[in-house]
């Protein structure tokens, strides 16, 4: 498909509230405007199905952070966002089903200033996610429990936008790739009633995602019930 965009500035563009800097408001703010075109492939197989959708996006007048003391979010760029998505399942036999998802998404953009990239004509986008994805295999042998293993992992990023370089949560060295385990497991007594059980990351592996200022926790337990 092939679709139209548009965006108007909200109050967080024209006045927005961010840690670790300061920041000038700026109400001259125009509209962003994007040309979307994406393609997708849904197939089911037996007892398999996915989908796997691609994507490209061409932006003009994107709303970015200017590289000013103080900063200032202004007009500044032309950009170019293109990624994969992709899903797939599989029941195994009568009690065990597979899952995997993964993302990949691709940035660049043009400044109408090429300080903003550093004196170059074009620049990593800010922020831009690395490969990311989940997998878990769940056994459920009836239809009263289940229990499953989960892995969430991502890729190092180290393709960075100036401005990433220059942001505490980022830095010059990029954000590192980590594989977090976790086991859930869950009881359904009656229809309207859950008891779930999941511990999260296992190996206690210090994490975080790309663009976060805090770490994800360590190993933690969580016990629900729903009703």
Known sequence: GITQGFRAPNIEDFFPQVDFTSFEPNTDLGP???LNYELGLKWSLGRTRG???GYWSEYEDLIARANTNPRQNRNLNEATIRGIE???EA???ADWLAR???TYTH???RPLDPAECGGAASCPARRTPPLFGAASLRYAPASAWWAEGQLWFADRQDRLNPGDIGDARIGAGGTPGYAVWNLAGAWTPTPSARLQLTLEN???REWKTHGSGLAAPGRSLRLSWRQ
């Open 86 to 88: 992709f899903a797939i």
């Open 202 to 204: 296992l190996s206690d």
């Open 51 to 53: 989908e796997l959708i």
């Open 91 to 93: 029941q195994v036999g």
């Open 32 to 34: 962003e405007s994007s």
């Open 100 to 102: 995997l998802n993964a």
């Open 107 to 109: 940035g660049d953009i």
